[in-house]
């Protein structure tokens, strides 16, 4: 199935470091979304981009829904241990009907945090 | 507020077999969503049901069907089990439009075909 590009696959940093990551699509979506996964558990929604261009924080979380509507990035900054974990973005059309709530995922990126 | 619940948290079964899934939406969502997601994957969207009827699928065969219910539980049945069949099966609740925005995720069932 569809799945978005999301990169990088994975991340190795040290506490204190910004991380940033980013998701691109051939198509648009209306909504970014941007979720945390952690072993065992089902995906957490971090941040939630409803217009083009749009920036959000949400802590030590920024995103962006980009312009284009085929991209957004999620920034990290001065990462700590807990932060360990998969961040996915999903991306959602607003059609009603059949496409409302449908959510296309990237392949996810592994974070790890070195204290 | 509960949020999602799933069940079971893990299963085992032999291909060829059915299985269903259970899940509890969280209170005041009325639309079920389910996802699979593959080892090292993101989540791929099954199926949508809102008002106890399938309202939007994704790229899964027949065999895969489910139900909601009036109180906006759902079950997810998986028919002929294959080996790539084993997945986390996910389910999310979203509440009424225009009231928010939902897609609480359960913490999802491990389905393991052998």
């Known amino acids: 199935g569809q799945q978005l590009n999301q990169s990088p696959q994975s991340m190795f940093i040290q506490e204190g470091e910004d991380v940033s990551m980013n998701c691109t699509s051939s198509s648009i979506f209306n909504t970014w979304l941007w979720y945390k996964q952690e072993p065992g558990e089902g995906p957490v929604l971090l941040i939630a981009l409803y217009k083009a261009g749009e920036l959000t924080s949400n802590g030590r979380l920024t995103a962006q829904f980009g312009i284009t509507r085929k991209d957004s990035f999620l920034n990290i900054s001065a990462s700590i241990p807990s932060d360990v974990g998969i961040y996915f973005c999903?991306?959602?059309?607003?059609?009603?009907?059949?496409?409302?709530?449908?959510?296309?995922f990237g392949q996810g990126t592994i974070l790890t945090v070195h204290p | 507020e509960t949020g999602v619940t799933q069940s079971p948290t893990h299963l085992i079964k032999t291909r060829g077999q059915q299985v269903t899934l259970r899940c509890s939406s969280q209170?005041?969502?009325?639309?079920v969503s389910w996802y699979q997601q593959a080892l090292g994957q993101g989540p791929q969207f099954i199926f949508q049901?809102?008002?106890?009827?399938?309202?939007g699928r994704g790229n899964f065969p027949p065999r895969f069907s489910g139900l909601q219910f009036p109180n906006y539980s759902s079950e997810l049945n998986v028919n002929a089990l294959e080996l790539d069949d084993s997945a986390l099966y996910l389910c999310?609740?979203?509440?009424?439009?225009?009231?928010?925005?939902?897609?609480?995720f359960g913490s999802g069932t491990r389905l393991t075909v052998v």
């Open positions: 209170s005041g969502h009325n639309t």
């Open positions: 999903a991306g959602r059309t607003n059609a009603g009907g059949t496409s409302y709530g449908k959510l296309t």
């Open positions: 049901y809102y008002r106890e009827e399938e309202n």
């Open positions: 999310a609740s979203s509440p009424p439009q225009g009231q928010g925005y939902g897609y609480t």
